[in-house]
Nanobody
């Protein structure tokens, strides 16, 4: 079992920044960030293999979002810069103990946090 706790969400204006954190009860093989905007499907943002590389979904490869991890702290982070209103969503941390650790689909992840809300106003 893995428990996940997200934090760091909030309300910012366009162009602002936020840093999300996800703390795990133990370090799973793969941790990831997903987001879900109102009325839309949950989509993957980035994933991180324990002690290894970070993978980004194509839509998030423009450099505005940067995922990082601290395995000693059992944590995954998401630095979000130059935020836009379309980034408004609930952001979820997810985890699995299986390969591969590319971002993948929602169905691949067994463990989920409760989410943290990010609201970007224009």
């Amino acid at each position: 079992q893995v428990q996940l706790w997200e934090s760091g969400g909030g309300s910012v204006q366009t162009g602002g920044s936020l840093r999300l954190s996800c703390a795990a009860s133990r370090r799973p093989l793969c941790m990831a960030w997903f987001r879900q905007a109102p009325g839309k499907a949950r989509e993957g943002v980035a994933s991180a293999f324990a002690g290894g590389v970070v993978d980004y979904s194509a839509a998030f490869a423009d450099g505005r979002f940067t995922a990082s991890q601290d395995d000693m702290k059992l944590s995954l982070y998401l630095q979000m810069n130059d935020l836009k209103p379309e980034d408004t969503a609930m952001y979820f941390c997810a985890a699995k103990d299986s390969h591969p650790c590319s971002v993948g689909s929602v169905q691949e992840y067994k463990y989920w946090g409760q989410g943290t809300q990010v609201t970007v106003s224009s």
